[in-house]
């Protein structure tokens, strides 16, 4: 499967924009031959990293929730070994909900670590 770029719009800031570029790339691999438990710890990673860097909001929360559900649902069909058949459509909703994610962290503020680890925006 080839990785579908998901653009960070401009008004998504860095790093968050670097993070969600790395969560694509890594649902990618996930649904690939031979994706399975690197991947999901890495998406797992990604989100705890985007978690600790901006301000703690009930949309950001439930976006990152939804996009942890979907990886986790990709993640059990490469894990069951059932082949790209069975893990193309979760691709897709996984790769959803990351847009979905991307679209809600326009305009995200800061949190105080991200602006104590001088990684604000």
């Known amino acids: ?12 800031p860095e790093p968050l924009a670097g993070l969600i570029t790395a969560m694509d790339r890594t649902l990618v691999g996930l649904a690939e031959e031979g994706g399975g438990r690197n991947e ?11 978690c600790v860097l901006t301000e703690e909001a009930p949309r950001i929360l439930r976006a990152v929730d939804r996009l942890v559900v979907a990886g986790d649902r990709l993640g059990e069909a490469a894990l069951a070994s059932r082949g790209r058949d069975w893990r193309a459509p979760r691709l897709v909703k996984a790769r959803a909900a990351l847009a979905a994610l991307e679209r809600t962290l326009a305009g995200a503020r800061p949190s105080r670590i991200a602006t104590r680890l001088n990684r604000g925006w």
């Open 40 to 50: 999901l710890h890495a998406l797992r990673n990604h989100l705890s990293d985007l």
């Open 1 to 12: 499967m080839h990785a579908l770029a998901i653009s960070a719009t401009a008004s998504v």
